[in-house]
């Protein structure tokens, strides 16, 4: 094309998606998932940009053929632009109001998968460093009103009580994974459920530890031994004692260091 031609003109195309379907049976949810997106985190200790894995749906009605699925893909390219609002429990109703305006649907659906990083510091030493921990935001708009769940992962350490009781010196112990899914009342930070999980726990980890602090969360693992039932009894504890929890669920895997097996237990309160 030369540059003093004028430019094209966009003929009109059809819309298939807003035809009209026959079969008249509404969709629940219809949308995209498996987009990796990365995205700004809102927490109690401030804004992290993460990469997370998105799903992003709307409720179809019966008398619609499809939905637009690159409206979908714009809404969290908006998201990722600098000085756009960081993503938790409020800013997801906020997203949740402009998808369904967007797409004229009675109802979406969000989910956010990804890692989300604390920066732990040693018990003695003092070094600084990062641990990861698996995090998902989900929030649902529908006639009921706004619903949310956050839930992480939290890798910590478990002493086996009983070993510890019955052996003349040591006592077993494994990484353990205590799994947390909270729908809140109100804002709730991951970090926050990552402090219940480690401080339920036998000892917490550490990316980094020098010989003094691998000495202290041995002892502490010795002091604090826990069962794969107290793991998930104190961290129950304090949620249920929580005044922005609604409803929860933990979960505690022991990964057992002397069998080839897992201990595993769940409590559930309105999940």
Not at 112 to 128: H, Q, T
Not at 159 to 169: N, R
Not at 175 to 193: G, H, K, N, Q
Request: glycine fraction near 6%; include cysteine; charged fraction near 25%.
């Amino acid at each position: 094309m030369n540059r003093t031609d004028p430019p094209p003109v966009l003929l009109p195309m059809a819309d298939v998606q807003s035809a009209p379907d026959h079969r008249e049976i509404p969709i629940d949810h219809v949308g995209i998932r498996g987009l990796r997106y990365p995205l700004p985190i809102a927490d109690r200790d401030g804004v992290q940009t993460t990469i997370a894995e998105c799903g992003v749906y709307v409720a179809l009605p019966a008398d619609r053929k499809g939905t637009h699925m690159s409206r979908l893909v714009a809404l969290l390219e908006e998201r990722a632009q600098p000085g756009a609002q960081p993503l938790g429990v409020a800013s997801l109703h906020d997203l949740l109001e402009a998808l369904v305006a967007r797409l004229d649907a009675p109802a979406g659906r969000v989910t956010l998968a990804f890692p989300f990083f604390v920066r732990k510091i040693a018990p003695v030493s003092g070094v600084a460093s990062l641990l990861d921990y698996e995090a998902r935001l989900e929030g649902e708009l529908d006639g009921r009103g706004f619903r949310a769940l956050v839930s992480v992962a939290v890798p910590v350490t478990s002493l086996c009580p009983s070993s510890k009781e019955i052996s003349d010196y040591g006592a077993h112990n494994q990484r353990s994974v205590v799994t947390i899914a909270v729908r809140p009342r109100a804002e709730l930070y991951i970090a926050d459920l990552v402090r219940v999980a480690e401080e339920e726990a036998s000892s917490e980890l550490f990316g980094i530890l020098k010989r003094v602090d691998e000495k202290w969360v041995t002892e502490r693992a010795y002091d604090n031994p826990r069962f794969v039932e107290d793991l998930v009894r104190g961290v129950a504890a304090r949620l249920q004692a929580d005044p922005r929890v609604e409803a929860f669920a933990v979960d505690a895997e022991n990964f057992e260091s002397i069998h080839n097996h897992s201990a595993w237990a769940r409590i559930s309160r309105g999940l």
